[in-house]
């Protein structure tokens, strides 16, 4: 039975349980909320857990926007074997024993894997080529290359390293790691190029997103506690955490509902900017162009 929404337009921080798609949670929420108005911002996979933003009626417009943030992963890189998917659930392609990998050699090569790089994604992502999912050609048999694309590491920090034995008996070394990184960099894809780099191999066994722009886990609620009681981020405090802010008084609030573009001298980001009127009410998200408040997404009107 379809229950009634309980909660106004805003977002929905979920922490992401194991095993389960963020379709999956998708649908979860669209029958808590009682609306079909509902989108996540940044795919994790049935693998990964931790932090998924959701977005109910109006604050879907935002999602797009907050793909933009960076983001923070816990995850264990297991070396010694290579699997299809560059993760655990992918079925072990090579196997190399790791035992001879030094701390410093890790070290190494994880600075190699900071800062400003360029990253083929993983075969089984998301990504479209002419019109069709990389995972989906994967399942088919497809042989393909994905090319290479920009990506930002902003820190990659090993906290300890584990030796282990893997089911058919290769040595293996599980790195625990801490990732900051922009939207759109493939944790999966970092263990598999630093695996290569060291010679061994590498895959990902374990993924939590700790972080979305301002976002955390600590303010994320699970799918149990959300059914308890669906928490929503009124839109307007979702917009006021995630974009630099910009007030404005009653008259230009009234010409940017009519679609005036307002004077906007020096606000200075890079990106969207979220406009407030005199009584706090989120009115748009702009952009600076030529002086000028470029309207990239209005709520008012």
């Given at each position: 039975m379809k229950r009634k929404g309980t909660g106004p337009d805003g977002l929905v921080i979920v922490d992401k349980p194991e095993g389960i798609t963020s379709h999956g949670v998708v649908a979860k929420l669209r029958w808590?909320?009682?609306?079909?108005?509902?989108g996540h911002a940044g795919t994790l996979d049935p693998m990964a857990t931790g932090v998924l933003v959701i977005g109910v009626e109006r604050a879907t417009r935002l999602l797009g926007h907050l793909m933009l943030t960076a983001k923070t992963y816990e995850a264990t890189v297991r070396l010694g074997q290579t699997t299809i998917?560059?993760?655990?659930?992918?079925?072990?392609?090579?196997?190399?024993?790791?035992?001879?990998?030094?701390?410093?050699?890790v070290d190494a090569e994880v600075a190699k894997l900071t800062g400003e790089i360029m990253q083929v994604p993983s075969k089984v992502s998301a990504i479209k080529i002419d019109g069709k999912r990389s995972y989906a050609r994967v399942r088919e048999g497809e042989d393909f290359e994905l090319a290479a694309r920009p990506t930002t590491v902003?820190?990659?920090?090993?906290?300890?390293?584990?030796?282990?034995?893997?089911?058919?008996?290769?040595?293996?070394?599980?790195?625990?790691?801490?990732?900051?990184?922009?939207s759109g960099t493939y944790i999966r894809a970092l263990?598999?190029?630093?695996?290569?780099?060291?010679?061994?191999?590498?895959?990902?066994?374990?993924?939590?997103?700790?972080?979305?722009?301002p976002y955390a886990v600590e303010s994320a609620r699970t799918l149990e506690q959300l059914e308890e009681k669906l928490e929503v981020l009124p839109i307007?405090?979702?917009?006021?955490?995630?974009?630099?802010?910009?007030?404005?008084?009653?008259?230009?609030?009234?010409?940017?509902?009519?679609?005036?573009?307002?004077?906007?001298?020096?606000?200075?980001?890079?990106?969207?900017v979220a406009v407030f009127d005199p009584?706090?009410?989120?009115?748009?998200?702009?952009?600076?162009?030529?002086?000028?408040?470029?309207?990239?997404?209005?709520?008012?009107?």
């Open positions: 808590l909320a009682g609306t079909r108005k509902v998917t560059d993760d655990r659930e992918g079925e072990v392609t090579a196997s190399v024993a790791a035992d001879g990998v030094t701390r410093a050699a902003h820190a990659f920090t090993v906290h300890g390293t584990r030796a282990d034995v893997a089911e058919d008996g290769t040595p293996v070394l599980d790195l625990d790691v801490t990732v900051e990184c922009s263990a598999r190029d630093l695996g290569a780099a060291l010679g061994v191999g590498g895959h990902l066994t374990a993924l939590r997103r700790t972080r979305v722009g307007a405090e979702a917009a006021a955490a995630a974009f630099p802010r910009w007030d404005v008084d009653a008259e230009q609030a009234r010409l940017l509902a009519n679609g005036v573009r307002l004077d906007a001298p020096g606000l200075g980001a890079a990106g969207p009584d706090g009410r989120f009115l748009a998200l702009i952009e600076e162009s030529g002086g000028k408040a470029k309207p990239v997404a209005v709520f008012v009107g």
